[in-house]
């Protein structure tokens, strides 16, 4: 797909999302999905996922999905910290970490 498929997929999504009456459940399992997509690097576009993000947060607010938002800091964290680790010790060891409640 490409990004504007990307994007009308989001678009229609959230829309759905807008007339769901229990949102909890579709922002666990998001969140779910999310945390799977990043530890097994299956996410395809990094940016389309943010900007889905985004979307959900301007209609459940900050509070719903800051977890997702923390997991991409998180992940950067890991990357930067494993990269330290493999220059000073010189040890090709992948370690992740991935926080959510």
């Known amino acids: 797909?490409?990004?504007?498929?990307?994007?009308?997929?989001?678009?229609?999504?959230?829309?759905?999302?807008?007339?769901?009456?229990n949102k909890d459940v579709f922002l666990k399992n998001a969140l779910n999905l999310l945390s799977y997509r990043l530890l097994t690097k299956s996410s395809l576009n990094?940016?389309?996922?943010k900007?889905?993000?985004?979307?959900?947060?301007?209609e459940v607010g900050f509070n719903?999905?800051?977890?997702?938002?923390t997991m991409f800091k998180d992940m950067e964290q890991s990357r930067d910290l494993m990269n330290k680790?493999?220059?000073k010790d010189g040890f090709?060891?992948?370690?992740?970490?991935?926080t959510s409640g």
């Open 1 to 21: 797909m490409n990004d504007q498929d990307i994007e009308d997929t989001l678009n229609i999504v959230k829309s759905l999302f807008s007339h769901m009456k």
């Open 85 to 87: 680790y493999k220059s």
């Open 64 to 69: 719903s999905v800051r977890k997702m938002e």
């Open 92 to 98: 090709d060891t992948l370690v992740e970490v991935l």
């Open 51 to 58: 900007m889905f993000i985004s979307k959900l947060k301007i």
């Open 46 to 49: 990094t940016n389309m996922e």
